[in-house]
């Protein structure tokens, strides 16, 4: 059985998010959120409430018969969103522009065979 959620519209950076999303993948759902726990980066904390709302998923879908101890991380991706374009004025009236980014993760939790 598989589990997904989504993230949209994350206002991060998806290069800064696809390094931690690095560190997760194909990790047990315990041992995951202990690494995302313990790392001093702020794309961790978003990372870490998606993989805790994939875990709700799973046992709401399941209607609580699957066991959390056995579910793994079997995709994490990261794609970019959209960018919102800004301007921030400069010396002589010229203007330079300000990319502000956003990002997509998306997070699939499958039962370990046994």
């Known amino acids: ?15 800064k998010l696809s390094t931690v999303a690095a560190l997760v993948r194909g990790k047990p759902v315990e041992a995951a959120l202990n690494i995302l726990k313990f790392t001093p980066r702020a794309a961790a904390l978003p990372v870490e409430k998606l993989i805790k709302s994939a875990v709700a998923n799973a046992t709401d879908k399941s209607k ?6 056995t579910l793994y991380v079997k995709t994490i991706s990261v794609d970019q969103g959209p960018t919102q374009r800004r301007f921030m004025p400069r010396a002589m009236g010229r203007a330079t522009p300000i ?8 997070v699939v939790l499958a039962e370990a065979k046994k």
């Open 64 to 69: 609580g018969q699957v066991d959390v101890d």
């Open 1 to 15: 059985m598989e589990s997904t959620a989504h993230l949209r519209f994350l206002r991060m950076s998806p290069r």
């Open 99 to 106: 990319k502000k980014k956003t990002a997509h993760v998306h």
